[in-house]
């Protein structure tokens, strides 16, 4: 008769498994900013071009429905959020966020969902600065995000209301820079950060009472 396993035969394999699956949830942005500080403008083209192109290729795919609506297909939009991403994630440096900005937004709102990718990006910057469990590096590329997001909605917030609330959700989300994120910082010779609630409430001033 063949002998059953002993617990602590089966929990040891699923603990190493756990321990190499890939991270979830917040842990969105494919590099962080002292990666993308590492790589030129036209690098960071390519990245951005490479990540549109398989979103063109994913919905060249959708067969068109009868009755002549329009679908984005959610593996498109993955890629376009993850070429935003790393728009978001470069401190603009050298001056080329904006165009970059502008080429993959040109690509969600061909499919309708410009205003979805931007607030679910928010939200992710805002949850990794509130959660006491993400690394120092991760929070201090989320404060790049931020900022980078609120320099780009900022010139049109007042005729696009999606744009006023994706700045108004980070001025009272009441975000905080922790000294472990300020010593993140200092380690990677980055200027001192700032809260992009700070930031955010000089854009759009809480109303006083």
């Known amino acids: 008769m063949e002998k059953l396993a002993r617990p602590n035969q089966l929990v040891l394999p699923l603990l190493i498994a756990l321990c190499l699956a890939p ?4 842990t969105k942005v ?7 500080m590492m790589k030129n403008s036209d690098q960071i083209s390519e990245m951005i071009r490479r990540k549109i192109k398989k979103a063109q290729e994913i919905q060249a795919k959708q067969e068109e429905p009868e009755d002549g609506s329009f679908l984005a297909e959610p ?7 993850d070429a935003m991403r790393i728009v978001l994630t470069r401190p603009d440096q050298d ?4 165009n970059a900005f502008s080429r993959v937004r040109r690509e969600l709102q061909d ?25 120092a590096r991760r929070q201090l590329t989320y404060i790049v995000v931020l900022e980078n997001l609120m320099a780009e909605v900022r010139p049109e917030m007042k005729a696009n209301a999606t744009f006023k609330r994706i700045i108004e959700e980070i001025r009272d989300a009441d975000l905080k820079v922790s000294n472990k ?10 200027s001192k950060p700032v809260s992009p609630s700070e930031t955010a409430a000089k854009i759009i001033p809480k109303e006083k009472k």
């Open 23 to 26: 991270a979830t949830g917040w």
């Open 30 to 36: 494919e590099y962080d900013s002292n990666q993308l």
């Open 75 to 81: 593996g498109a939009i993955e890629e376009l959020k």
């Open 95 to 98: 001056g080329t966020r904006s």
């Open 111 to 135: 499919l309708n969902s410009l205003d979805n990718v931007l607030l679910d990006i928010m939200k992710e910057g805002v949850n990794a600065l509130q959660s006491k469990d993400s690394p």
């Open 181 to 190: 994120i300020k010593s993140e910082a200092l380690i990677r010779s980055m």
